[in-house]
């Protein structure tokens, strides 16, 4: 049976979310001159293209994937006129664009993302995000090609394949989701041979007490594990059916308590057991046959958590995969590479990616708690196409206010 598109009730105009400029509210332009001064990499003089500007002109590239550099200024130069009192946008080389983003690199951007991307949904409004009173979150990771060049290849590596290697070299990233929101909390970002979990352990600084992080069968290790529960957070992650389990207790509903161990000499010796609930259900496949499914939690007591509630609570874990989805095909529209020729500016471009759709699904946000819609009933490619044709028109970027007597400060 299809489905009925929903629509946004009487009177919602998606166009006043983003009359002051959505990216300028996302990302008020004083913290990011507060971020740059703390890199010093911020302008120290009036310039027609500020380094407040080239922190917003990175999340642009991911607006407009197909547009050429400087046309992608001309997005951003339209604020910067307006906040000039400017008629026309003063031109700037490809070249000027390209000194600026090296001399802002990366780390401003992440820096940004750790600040301004926090979870968005409420208790009060969004249930659904919410279980036992836990934020639900989840982990993953996905690789993405880079340009084909000498340092993009030396710093991320190529994937091998019966030839030789790809086309491409790639890199390896993992991001922290609110499940309800698809909003990305925390990403990293590392070379296409690095463990799964070495790219993964950037994000645990933003795991926090009140949250069940799902996950994959790629991050159970007893380490991983450990580390993880020590940001305070609960777990509800995939394992491997041939891991051993030992059955220590067996409760009501069919779970039961068991420990992992640092390793097979430890658990020998019974030394840094890790309490663990082992969950193992069955779920059947259109084509016949079942895919069997083996959890492990750290929520230890089946009455307040029971197992079928948690097993159908796993599969929540899936909407990271639509997250990635998001990034890869409906922003980048489904352009096989970033554009940056080194590492240093891949990875500024990848934040600017992720703050680009944060900013997005921070939009989706705004519409769905006012008109008590869900997130899922709302489109994301609809979001971007219309970001994508208001932002030149929205007076987005301002220098900071400061007194005559000043000037800017990069």
Known sequence: MARTKAV???????????SASL??????????????????????????????????????????????????????????????????????????????????????LRALMMR?????A??????????ADLRLVAIDGSNFEVPDEEDNVKQFGYPGSRTGHAGYPQAQCAVLVECATHAIISANIGPYRASEWE?????????????????????????????????GAELLWRCADNRLLPVVKVLADGSYLSAIYPSAKARRKNEGAIEVRVIEYELPQLEGGSTRYRLLSSLLDATTAPALELAKLYHERWQVEAVFDELKTHLQQKRRVLRSKTA?????EFYGWVLAHYAVRWLMHQVASEHQ??????????????????????????????????????
């Open 344 to 348: 240093e500016l891949v990875r500024q």
């Open 199 to 231: 790219v993964c352990q950037g994000l645990l600084a933003s795991l926090t007490p009140g949250m069940l992080c799902l996950a994959d069968r790629g991050f159970n290790g007893y380490r991983y594990w450990q580390e993880a529960r020590q940001t």
């Open 373 to 410: 819609l869900l997130h899922a009933q709302l489109s994301f490619t609809a979001h971007v196409q219309l970001l994508r044709r208001t932002q030149p028109h929205s007076g987005a970027f301002p220098p900071r206010a400061t007194k005559m007597s000043k000037t800017m400060v990069s």
């Open 8 to 18: 946004l009730g009487a009177g919602a105009r998606l166009s006043d979310y983003l």
């Open 116 to 120: 301004a991307c926090v979870p968005l």
């Open 23 to 108: 990216l300028a509210r996302v990302y008020p332009a004083e913290h990011i001159h507060q971020i740059l001064d703390k890199h010093g990499c911020n302008s120290q003089r009036i310039r027609s293209f500020p380094a407040v500007a080239g922190v917003y002109y990175c999340m642009a590239l991911s607006l407009y994937p197909e547009a050429a550099y400087e046309a992608v200024f001309a997005v951003i130069a339209q604020g910067l006129a307006w906040a000039r009192s400017s008629p026309l946008p003063a031109p700037v080389a490809k070249s000027s664009i390209s000194e600026l983003r090296s001399k802002i690199g990366h780390a401003p």
């Open 122 to 131: 409420s208790p009060d409004i969004h249930q659904a995000a919410f279980y």
